[in-house]
């Protein structure tokens, strides 16, 4: 059973649709990034996951649950931290701890202890005084410690420098290594959470565009060198694989997807050229996810196992 | 056995890991019985996903490459003359391939290429040869 099931949520406020038939899973012991340009949906998805918001149409299902039923025993498994948390500002961070912890039984100081230590959490200071970064630092303390087996994090690293972004990313692959965790992670720090994710999630203007491991997503595009040798290359290239091309007569660079194996061979023969294929980074390639789906009609293949709409 | 990997170079983490591990065994930098990091520590060595290392282990696993015993690290396997030469082989051909476009590239016949890369050789014959 997959942790969260999304089943064709669809969610409009007022004439705004925030999502658009959305189908997606997120398996078990999977870290999934979910990314997207801002408004695309990211937030109002995770949302969903724990019932905050109800889909008007569709059903998002979290640990077994339509997550409109999520009770207290559901929700003490999952970990949750906001975009912007709001918390109470008068208190001080360990009071603010020690008032979290006392809704969990599972709560563990000690890995409260370590957790405050690492992320240079000052807990002595008061919420309201502590600037964005720190908050986002004490807020995932506070959504760490109970052991959750599903943690859904909502732009952790937004307000992060460099260094507190890679610390929190190796103290979440720690906690994955050790707790059989899920967790979900939103952010527009593709480089940062690239090489922690093991699936991608990517929604565009509500619709869903990508959902897929993130390896096999990766594979499936790639960026050709074409050098001719008689400086003969078309302005245009009408093969279906092409994304995009610039360049001129002797050499353009094109975006190719989903390749076949002999379409190299018959590319080169066909316009007397050499390729030099590299691979594209999350980064190069997220464009590519966000214009196809922009003008053209709803993704029809996104929504099975590890597809890609076109 | 050290892995250093680029997480921004485009080519997915689990293959680099591979190319390495492969490198190294091949190479002789590393012999049979070489324990390999474990899957946690190299993830957060690296600050990668653990399913990544796991991913490719299984590969140079199933490649025979190394052996998985319960319990313990994974170690660099023991394997035939013949099989190491064919892997020796077959490395050097992967590092010629981009060598070979661009040959073609710069239109060079096959002739000049293959005197450029004797000549390239001879450039970096090995010690124990340049003394006769």
């Given at each position: 059973m997959n942790p969260v099931e999304i089943q064709h949520v669809s969610k409009s406020f007022g004439d705004a649709v925030a999502l658009a038939d959305v189908t997606a899973a997120?398996?078990?012991?999977?870290?999934?990034?979910?990314i997207g340009r801002n408004g695309s949906g990211k937030s109002t998805l995770l949302r969903h996951m724990t019932g905050l918001l109800l889909p008007d149409a569709g059903e998002c299902v979290t640990l077994g649950l339509p997550a409109a039923k999520l009770g207290p025993a559901e929700l003490a498994r999952i970990g949750v931290m906001d975009q912007?948390?709001?918390?109470?500002?008068?208190?001080?961070?360990?009071?603010?701890?020690?008032?979290?912890?006392s809704f969990y039984t599972t709560w563990d100081r000690a890995l409260e202890r370590d957790l405050t230590e690492l992320l240079e959490v000052d807990a002595s200071a008061r919420v309201g005084a502590m600037s964005p970064g720190h908050v986002q630092r004490l807020a995932l303390v506070l959504?760490?410690?109970?052991?959750?087996?599903?943690?859904?994090?909502?732009?952790?690293?937004?307000?992060?420098?460099?260094?507190?972004?890679?610390?929190?990313?190796?103290?979440?692959?720690?906690?994955?290594?050790?707790?059989?965790?899920?967790?979900?992670?939103?952010?527009?720090?593709?480089?940062?959470?690239?090489?922690?994710?093991?699936?991608?999630?990517?929604?565009?203007?509500?619709?869903?565009?990508?959902d897929a491991d993130s390896d096999a997503l990766r594979e499936r595009f790639a960026e050709w060198i074409v050098t001719s040798r008689a400086g003969s290359l078309p302005?245009?290239?009408?093969?279906?694989?092409?994304?995009?091309?610039?360049?001129d007569a002797h050499r353009a660079r094109l975006l190719v997807r989903d390749v076949a194996a002999t379409d190299a061979a018959r590319f080169e023969a066909a316009h007397d050229a050499a390729i030099e294929a590299r691979p594209l980074t999350l980064e190069q390639i997220f464009p590519v996810l966000t214009q196809q789906a922009s003008g053209q009609g709803r993704p029809r293949d996104a929504a099975e196992a590890g597809g890609v709409a076109r | 056995m050290l892995i250093v990997v680029d997480s921004h170079n485009g080519v997915p983490v689990y293959r680099q890991i591979v190319d390495q591990v492969r490198f190294q065994v091949t190479a002789g930098l590393v012999g049979p019985g070489a324990e390999l990091p474990s899957t946690r520590g190299l993830s957060q060595e690296l600050g990668?996903?653990?399913?990544?290392?796991?991913?490719?282990?299984?590969?140079?696993?199933?490649e025979g490459l190394v052996v998985r015993r319960a319990g313990l690290p994974l170690v660099v396997a023991k394997r035939p003359r013949a099989v190491e030469a064919e892997a020796k082989a077959t490395r050097l051909g992967a590092l010629l391939e981009p060598v070979a476009v661009a040959a073609r590239q710069l239109g060079i016949d096959n002739e000049t290429a293959l005197d450029?890369?004797?000549?390239?050789?001879?450039?970096?014959?090995?010690p124990e040869e340049s003394r006769t």
């Open positions: 997120v398996p078990r012991h999977s870290i999934v990034g979910l912007h948390a709001h918390f109470v500002e008068w208190m001080t961070g360990t009071q603010l701890m020690r008032y979290v912890s959504a760490s410690c109970h052991h959750p087996e599903l943690l859904l994090l909502d732009e952790p690293l937004s307000d992060l420098d460099p260094i507190a972004r890679q610390t929190v990313l190796r103290l979440l692959l720690d906690r994955f290594s050790r707790d059989d965790l899920t967790i979900v992670i939103s952010s527009h720090m593709l480089r940062d959470i690239e090489p922690v994710v093991n699936r991608i999630v990517c929604l565009h203007e509500g619709r869903l565009v990508a302005s245009a290239f009408d093969d279906p694989f092409v994304v995009s091309a610039q360049g | 990668i996903n653990p399913m990544t290392v796991s991913k490719a282990y299984g590969l140079l696993e199933a450029l890369f004797r000549r390239a050789l001879k450039d970096v014959t090995r």
